[in-house]
């Protein structure tokens, strides 16, 4: 039976993550990102073994949220340590705005192998396996085998201040700052094109609606909407 995470580990989870390659590409702005990971670890009880873990996080698109309506990063699959962590960040990392859109952070297709070797020596295979890949999203990073979650939320968080500023500049290119009866104006313009073109292209509806309900505006248009599907009836 495994030992309850003590504050000691969070801190020396964080502390030991190293990322060796980061993604090359800034999380996307206007739809989900997949970051693919490889995870390299020591066990703590077996002397010369390697556990190799590798993964998929997934982020949805940054939601802009106003003050009143602010909610909670959400995160399935992970441990309390690394949730006590992520809260952390969030209350010392002020400059950071991109949490503030409202992220979805999901661990998925989880997979591990345990090697005999070294942790350096694994963790240049690996790294040598990830240099051609085309994938913009890999990474790799060394951990600590035990709560290792935590190194992914480090690892999370790392990619998260390296796409901010970009991240806030397409929102504004976009005029997504600019909130207008609490629809940013960038996303009104977009709604008011996509009702355009279903109209004129019925094979353009269910993309609407998509759009609609992605974004917590069915409700809002839903009259429109419907008035639009019997029209094509």
């Not at 090359?24 to 206007?30: A, L």
């Not at 009880?45 to 909610?71: C, F, H, N, W």
């Not at 609490?182 to 073109?197: M, T």
Request: aromatic share 10%; proline share 4%.
């Amino acid at each position: 039976m495994s030992k309850k995470p003590t504050q000691f580990d969070f801190w020396f989870a964080v502390n030991s993550t190293e990322i060796v390659v980061p993604p090359k590409r800034h999380i996307e702005t206007f739809g989900n990102t997949i970051i693919n990971y490889h995870m390299v670890s020591e066990l703590m009880d077996s002397v010369g073994k390697v556990r190799v873990r590798e993964g998929r996080m997934q982020a949805l698109r940054p939601q802009i949220i106003t003050p009143s309506s602010y909610s909670t990063t959400v995160m399935e699959g992970f441990g309390e340590q690394a949730r006590q962590y992520l809260e952390w960040l969030k209350e010392h990392e002020d400059s950071v705005r991109i949490l503030r859109y409202g992220y979805t952070l999901k661990q998925e297709a989880f997979s591990e192998q345990v090697l005999t070797d070294t942790p350096e020596a694994v963790l240049e295979r690996v790294k040598q396996s990830l240099t051609d890949s085309k994938d913009p999203f890999r990474a790799l990073i060394k951990g600590v085998d035990d709560p290792w979650d935590v190194c992914l939320v480090k690892l999370f968080w790392n990619v998260i201040q390296n796409s901010a500023q970009a991240n806030i500049r397409e929102l504004q290119e976009r005029r997504m700052f600019e909130i207008e009866d609490g629809v940013p104006a960038g996303l009104r313009e977009e709604v008011e094109k996509g009702f355009q073109a279903a109209a004129q292209d019925s094979s353009l509806i269910k993309p609407l609606g998509r759009l609609l309900q992605e974004n917590g505006l069915f409700e809002r248009y839903q009259d429109r909407f419907f008035s639009l599907v019997k029209g094509r009836i």
